[in-house]
């Protein structure tokens, strides 16, 4: 079980980052607003655990208008993509090892 804890990823520690990745990787992308709903999360506390998934190369930021108000799309990368899996998976083997 050692080895699945080292595997598991700090990043996602967060309840508010997993609903972000997990929004993401069944999603080609997603806004801002409707992140924020799924998540239920404040704007503030959001665009916080954005910010760090961006920063680790975890999503991708799109900023575009539609009309004159600001529309903020965010999507999952490959990299963002392969260390959530390995993240989960480890917490599978995690669970199946407790019984």
Known sequence: MRKELDQLNKIFDSR??????SALIVNEAINFNDLKALVDATDGNLASHLKTLEEHKFIIVEKGFIGRKTNTIYSITVAGEQAFRAHIDALEKIIKNLH
């Open 16 to 21: 508010i980052r997993i609903g972000i990745m």
